[in-house]
């Protein structure tokens, strides 16, 4: 099924993992996938590393798995900026012959040791190359702040427009910790004629380190009653662990409130943070 039918039927709620690291064992995720699956989750995307530093096929394995094994619909991520075409074309394929038709569609970013190919800059150009390619579902990444390498937000959302405009059919958010990020940038997009659902990814952080690790990569904010939380408990790690997902049910439960189509659950592979925030919502997604 094609994720983006679900928003006309439903507020959606969906979860991110990403494939083990190479020293973990692969049947850990299915354990993982396998408790997941008891929160009926609309959709499970698994993510895909530009660096090349996954195979490829593990993203198969786990997102066919998914799909086929588990009963629960699943998107392949698609970071393309290190690929060719005939690479993704490739990929594409393999996605098809496992039931895969929902890609979210990404240039990748930057890695300084890596010299991009050039077969695509930017993810809408991936985005108008699989729907040449295909009849797939495309989804597009969106940046409440703005995405970290653009100058300002108005230029962000033009280009934004271009991927929706090139095929992409659903938004997923960066994550945010202040909801008011996500309120103005709905506006944004709905004034520059951006119509298709956006959902709001929602990290629960549940240690320190992640903290520094999100500010490096995306920049986002950190507002001031989010660090008071986390300072006043980063020497106790269970207290810390059960304040982050307070402080997500709190930005979800006022996301549902202000009408959000969806919820992306950025899981950090962890079924516990993901069912004691279903348990904390589960009721008002109905609503
Ligand atoms: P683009 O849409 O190409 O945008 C990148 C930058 O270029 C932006 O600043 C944009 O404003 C600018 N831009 C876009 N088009 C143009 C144009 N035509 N002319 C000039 N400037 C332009 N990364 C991974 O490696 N693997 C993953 O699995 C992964 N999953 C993600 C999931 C989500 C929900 C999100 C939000 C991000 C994910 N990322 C992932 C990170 C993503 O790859 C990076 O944020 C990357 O830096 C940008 O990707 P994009 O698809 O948004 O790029």
Known sequence: MKTSELFKMKRVLSFEIFPPKRTDSVDKIYDMVSAMKELNPDFISVTYGAGG???????YNIASAVKNDYGIESVAHLPCINLTKMEVRKMLDDFKNSGIENILALRGDLNPDITPQNDFRHASDLISFIKESGDYNIIAACYPEGHIECQNIVEDI???KCKVDAGASQLITQLFF????????REKAAIANINVPIEAGIMPVTNKKQIERIVALCGVDLPKKFLSVMNRYENNPEALRD????????????LIVQG???????TMNNPYVAHRIYNSINTLLVT
């Open 178 to 185: 202040d909801n008011n990020y996500f309120y103005s940038f």
């Open 243 to 254: 304040a982050g997902i307070a402080y997500a049910v709190d930005q979800i439960v006022d």
């Open 53 to 59: 530093s996954e195979s490829n096929a593990e993203l």
């Open 158 to 160: 033009r280009n934004l």
């Open 260 to 266: 959000v189509e969806g919820i992306h659950l950025y």
